[in-house]
């Protein structure tokens, strides 16, 4: 059984003390890849260390987080995330999009990094990592207004209802990044993923955050991802191997890795 953590980030100063053994240890449970969203330049020399080290193991995206988009640094930032493109192989541009949870006065030099970011994922035939933290709907309209053949992607972490599902899934080339959140007791995650087909859905741990069930409140590690699957079979009712299967084919198609 191997599964895909398509969205990780064991660069983070939160595995500095024990990195290899985080890695090891998913490995070692069956997770034999981790997909690493950036988040802004200060990270990029860590990911990009961490995926040489294990070349088999850990894939690298590029990309500027809506929450480190900052009026004083926004040019110098995309500028980087370009030049890196130009010069590196990524699997992906990432981690992208919106965030009005932490600050909302920022939300038009968001949509500028995003729709920027979005133009170079089609530039280079890439698809997207796109983070929405209560603003799906300001996200999924800039998608929807910007969707063609050229581009592909993955709403992560999607904690939406059944109709945001829907148009995820219009779009035609998206998935949906399914993450501990599944496993959270009232958070009814596991409704709206009970009536969706498993050809739209990817795994995900977002570690060092969101921590699945029962190992909430620990720091996430990408073997957790075990706990998702574990969960999204008892959701869909069909094996753990079957749920590995499919979403890392999933996975496969999305990525290209």
């Not at 500095?16 to 990270?43: F, H, W």
């Amino acid at each position: 059984m191997n599964f895909i953590d398509t969205h990780t980030h064991l660069y983070s100063e939160q595995f500095k003390d024990d990195r290899n053994e985080v890695i090891e240890d998913a490995i070692q449970n069956g997770v034999t890849k981790m997909l690493l969203p950036n988040i802004s330049s200060q990270y990029t020399t860590a990911m990009m260390n961490l995926c040489e080290t294990y070349p088999d193991n850990c894939f690298p995206m590029m990309g500027l987080h809506p929450c480190d988009v900052k009026t004083d640094t926004i040019k110098k930032e995309l500028l980087h995330v370009e030049e890196m493109l130009q010069r590196e192989k990524f699997i992906a541009i990432g981690e992208i999009g919106l965030d009005l949870y932490w600050d909302k006065t920022t939300l038009e030099i968001q949509k500028e990094a995003f729709i920027y970011q979005i133009e170079l994922a089609k530039k280079h035939q890439l698809p997207i990592a796109i983070h929405v933290r209560d603003s799906f709907t300001e996200a999924i309209e800039i998608i929807e207004k910007l969707n063609d053949e050229n581009l592909s992607g993955v709403f992560h972490c999607f904690t939406g209802n059944e109709e945001d599902a829907k148009r995820v899934i219009n779009l035609g080339n998206f998935y949906l990044g399914i993450g501990g959140v599944l496993t959270f007791k009232n958070a009814g995650v596991d409704k709206t993923i009970k009536k969706i087909d498993m050809k739209y859905l990817i795994l995900e741990t977002d570690a060092p955050y969101l921590t699945p069930s029962p190992n909430r409140g620990k720091r996430n590690e990408s073997k957790y991802i075990v706990n998702i699957a574990e969960k999204l079979s008892e959701v869909k009712g069909i094996s753990i191997e079957e749920i590995a299967r499919i979403t890392t084919e999933n996975a496969h198609n999305l990525f290209k890795i």
